[in-house]
């Protein structure tokens, strides 16, 4: 525990509720010098310290406002005299899928060997009068605010000897626990991103529109040559021009009001946006985040989504980073405006902001376009990794755990990051709602659930126990999980003895994003929900039998035999839901999952492997695919190759548009009506292929004290690699041989193999 001697602190009274930013000082005095000083912050929702007027760093862990967490920065030795330590801080008042709002308060504790310095109502704080405060547009539903600041306000606050005098004091913050340290390493910042200009010219900006992004969206833009525009000899350049020096921005000739640049991160980045520009006072930038040029611009304004941030100029030389939002994307466009004498611009980009990682493990089968797909699959796990797993860097960022269980599935084959997802995991399921189900998003109050989604949430505890080693969240959420599967078996139709989805304003019946699976229409008999309260049985049955509980009926069993009964097509196939004794919807996703359970007769194994040939299925789609590659797996040799060809088909023309990451859906950007991501990691399944079923390394008790050898080179001539293991890593080194496989296993000590030769591939 971090010691509680700070105080909760913040701004006295005032009339705004949402997006407050605050500025506040303490003052100290050392007698003597000290080492190793060490400062401690927690703040609802975030702040950025500066100590002596340097910036230390921000980012407060994304906690629950109950069990507020602390991030340490460590300042080295300090000498002995006065000192100052302020604090830029921001309540975001609004609930977000990657928030759950709380009360405003900031907690800081500076600590120096016996010394300790804390927040307390003797700090000074005010309203700052750079960034906005209030009622402002949402980026979007799920990421939070957008960001205005007047640069011509910044009056030096944070820096030693500004006149505070001023200034009210701060007040007492509602009562809250004392921080804990947070859970994650701190993000690192890295170095500026090189970037390239994509596109340049002038445009013409009629009226301001309801938002920013409505605004930019709205501007007639013109694109001119970088030489010409630029000022540089020639008309065009032989190659894209870098912003690796200052550029000229010209002054626009009328009619045209303004000009834009569109910069080009290189690949896929999440991090700080940040602005470097000499300006005339009032300059108006608007500074708008994309993944894609697919309009010629950035898309910035999609429905209500508002991608574009503004940053008014003081006059000489701007320095401007957006402090408390991650940015995701590629592209930055910025559109300047209300200038009347040339820009001069040093640069514009991002700093990305990463979590430290170790190396990812190893793995070669030699095919070119594996080891692509390999490679792209990691940078969109690692973009999708801050605080928490994120859905996607750009549009959300929030925790879901049918995104999580994929990410934390694959990130065991890649890093073993055990203690990460243990983190995000915990967060899902500190979540839980009056209705038994888990909050949507964590930690948020979300509109909606999804009742499968706490299901799956089932299977990544289950699943962490086994990879870890670490049973403490079963431990920890043991009483709640049982409590959530009593409350789901109560549901219970008579008739067919299946339960019942929950239903009502608060519930989204979703399972994927194809037709009658997206939760548009009511069907109460739901194969999938069943099926997804199965596999939450079964990990919870498996959980408690390790644990030594036993003795309870196995209640999925029943409830599979009820799915089996009802579901069951005259073909033997599976329908995905039941009205009376009509059966509807036909997709593989459910058949997938019946052969998972075991449900799915081997005769039909032959047509599951076909099934996307058939017109009336509805293929899965990527967030599904783990589920349909395992069936296929289990489905003979045969869907052993038809598993390897599917993730080739699904992945490989999103590789062959140049793109660095794996898209939410196949129609890349055009999906959800234009708001579709190009950077998920629930799309990462071939970093899982490759380890569990390629290598087929896979552990049959926890922590990998046993583990199964199932090696699935496929037409590769050699397959070779690592899995990570809490112990180290298994090594495996795969080659074929005319008769069959020649295979070499290294382990850790106190790790046990089981080989377990697959029939097309026997071991020499």
Known sequence: ???????????????????????????????????????????????????????????????????????????????????????????????????????????????????????????????????????????????????SCDGRNFDGWEQPGFDDSGWQNAVAAEARAMPVPRPVPRLVPGERRRVHFANQGFLLRQEAKETFAATVSHDLMRPVPAALFFGLPGLYGSAPFQLDRPYRIPVADAPENGSFVILDFGGECAGKLELELEAPAGTIVDLSIGEHLNDGRVRCRIGNRNFTDRYFCHAGRNRFSIPFRRSGGRFLQLNFTCYDEPLTLYYAGIRPQELPLPEAARFEDGDRLHSRLRQVALNTMKLCMHEHYEDCPWREQALY????????????????????????????????????????????????????????????????????????????????????????????????????????????????????????????????????????????????ARAGRGGSPKRSDALLSAVEHAFRRPDGLFASYRSGSE??????????????????????????????????????????????????????????RAAAERLTAAFSPMLFTGSDTLWEVAEGAAGFDGAGSLCHAWSSVPVYWQGARQLGVVPLEPGFRRFAVSPCPGTSERVTGEVPTPAGPIRIDCRRREAGLQLAVEAPAGLQPKIRPLPEFPLL
């Not at 890649?414 to 979540?431: D, H, M, Q, V």
């Not at 139709?493 to 339960?499: E, F, K, R, V």
């Not at 009502?504 to 994003?513: D, L, S, T, V």
């Not at 005769?603 to 395992?630: G, K, N, W």
Request: aromatic share 12%; glycine share 8%.
């Open 583 to 640: 059966l509807t919807g036909f997709h593989e996703h459910t058949n997938a999952l019946a052969l998972r359970l075991g449900i799915l007769l081997p005769e039909q194994y032959d047509r599951l492997i076909h099934l996307t040939e058939e017109p009336s299925c509805i293929p899965v789609s990527t967030s599904a695919l783990p589920f349909l590659v395992d069936a296929l797996y289990q489905a003979g040799p045969a869907g052993r």
């Open 401 to 544: 755990a049918y995104d999580s269980r994929n990410q934390a599935l694959f990130g065991y084959y890649a890093w073993g990051n055990y203690e990460f997802a243990a983190t995000s995991i915990e967060l899902l399921g500190r979540g839980i709602r009056p209705d038994g189900l888990l909050e949507l998003c964590a930690p948020a109050r979300v509109p909606v659930t999804i009742p499968i989604f706490s299901w799956i949430w089932f299977v990544e505890v289950e699943e962490h126990w086994l990879y870890s080693g670490d049973d403490r969240l079963f431990r920890q959420f043991e009483a709640q999980m049982a409590e959530m599967l009593d409350r789901a078996l109560a549901r219970r139709d008579d008739a067919t003895g299946l339960c019942l989805p929950p239903t009502g304003r608060e519930i989204w019946n979703f399972y994927e994003w194809m037709p009658q699976l997206d939760g548009h229409g009511h069907w109460p008999l739901s194969a999938l929900y069943n099926l997804y309260l199965v596999l939450a049985l079964r990990s919870f049955e498996a959980m408690s």
């Open 1 to 147: 525990m971090i010691d509680q001697t700070a105080d909760w602190i913040r701004l006295g009274a005032n009339n705004i509720s949402v997006n407050l930013h605050a500025d506040f000082r303490g003052v100290f005095t050392l007698s003597q010098r000290v080492a190793d000083a060490v400062v401690a912050v927690s703040a609802d929702s975030d702040f950025l310290l500066y100590l002596d007027g340097v910036e230390l760093g921000g980012g407060q862990f994304s906690d629950y406002p109950d069990r507020p967490t602390a991030t340490e920065f460590h300042a080295g030795s300090l000498k002995a005299g006065e000192h100052l330590l302020a604090a830029l801080v921001w309540f975001r008042g609004r609930n977000f899928s990657t928030y759950r709002c709380g009360t405003p308060g900031f907690w800081c504790e500076l600590r120096a060997g016996e010394f300790r310095f804390g927040s307390s109502t003797a700090w000074k704080a005010r309203l700052d009068p750079a960034f906005q405060s209030g009622l402002i547009e949402n980026v979007t539903d799920q990421l939070g605010l957008v960001c």
